[in-house]
């Protein structure tokens, strides 16, 4: 059936962009990428969405015309970096109910990576650590040494690490995102909550069969409009893992909520899996109530 309209929803991925951020983001992305001469990397995975939002040209109104877009389709929380609410106070101000924090990290960055993850789920309770293994410089896969501590960190504090898996959409190497070298963090580190960011294509497969050895290993929806949604991960929610998918969206990176929820409605998948998909999953896993 379709899902039920009225549940309260998490939403695992909404940016907050600023043109400075995003010219700077975008910039250290590029010089990683490999171009053709004339091509433009003004959105380094541009050319895989059509639409793209917009939110305006006034920064200060950004976080207002989300929430309106989040209260549209039943959002009640939303999570979003920590140097996103650094830039718009009205995320922990005015709106702080409707928001919870990630910090984004470089594992070459060593243990003073470590003590600002800690400093910052003191002082601002940060509910995950992110990663994106692709962009890192020099790049550290998902199972090497470098992350050893971050993920021990993340177990200490009892917070989820969320990182890019599969075919990055920037044109980067994919060496540090392949899902099977989750089997090895998830072995070494069976405490670490691990959440799987970005549909792991093309080895969703795998990410099935990893998730059904791994009680902590879940997956997440996001920068895919649910036409895309693999149909292993449907499958598998509809099977032995509706405890395990949770809803991510790409608002406004790439993808309108409007499409993301208007396709939902033709998504497959049982009943009883739509309430842990759209919100208490990640209420149970990132600790929300």
């Not at 549209?72 to 939303?78: D, G, L, M, S, V």
């Not at 718009?88 to 003590?115: A, C, T, W």
């Not at 396709?263 to 998948?269: N, T």
Request: charged content about 25%; proline content about 8%; overall charge negative.
């Amino acid at each position: 059936m379709p899902y039920p309209k009225d549940l309260s929803v998490i939403d695992l991925l909404i940016n907050i962009p600023t043109d400075e951020h995003n010219a700077a983001g975008y910039q250290a992305v590029a010089a990683m990428q490999r171009e053709l001469p004339g091509q433009s990397t003004a959105m380094p995975a541009g050319y895989m969405f059509k639409h793209v939002p917009s939110l305006g040209t006034d920064p200060s109104l950004y976080v207002e015309k989300i929430v309106a877009q989040m209260d549209r389709f039943n959002i009640a929380k939303a999570m979003v970096s920590v140097a996103e609410a650094e830039r718009n106070p009205d995320v922990r101000g005015k709106y702080r109910d409707r928001f919870f924090l990630q910090v984004s990290i470089n594992p070459n960055h060593g243990m003073d990576e470590v003590r600002r993850i800690r400093r910052l789920k003191e002082e601002w309770d940060i509910r995950a650590v992110t990663y994106f293994p692709a962009a890192s410089l020099p790049q550290v896969a998902l199972h090497e040494r470098e992350l050893f501590p971050i993920y021990a960190t993340c177990i200490d504090l009892d917070i989820p690490f969320v990182a890019n898996v599969g075919v990055p959409g920037p044109r980067m190497l994919l060496r540090t995102q392949k899902v099977e070298w989750l089997d090895e963090v998830c072995w070494f580190f069976p405490e670490l909550k691990f959440v799987m960011r970005h549909c792991g294509e093309p080895w969703e497969e795998l990410a099935v069969k990893l998730m059904l050895k791994y009680p902590n290993l879940y997956y997440s929806t996001s920068a895919f409009a649910p036409k895309y949604y693999p149909k292993a991960i449907i499958d598998y929610a509809n099977s032995r893992g509706a405890d395990k998918i949770m809803y991510a969206g790409y608002f406004p990176a790439g993808l309108t909520l409007e499409r993301i929820f208007t396709e939902m409605e033709d998504v497959p998948f049982n009943d009883n899996v739509w309430a842990g998909f759209l919100g208490d999953n990640a209420r149970r896993v990132f600790k929300l109530d």
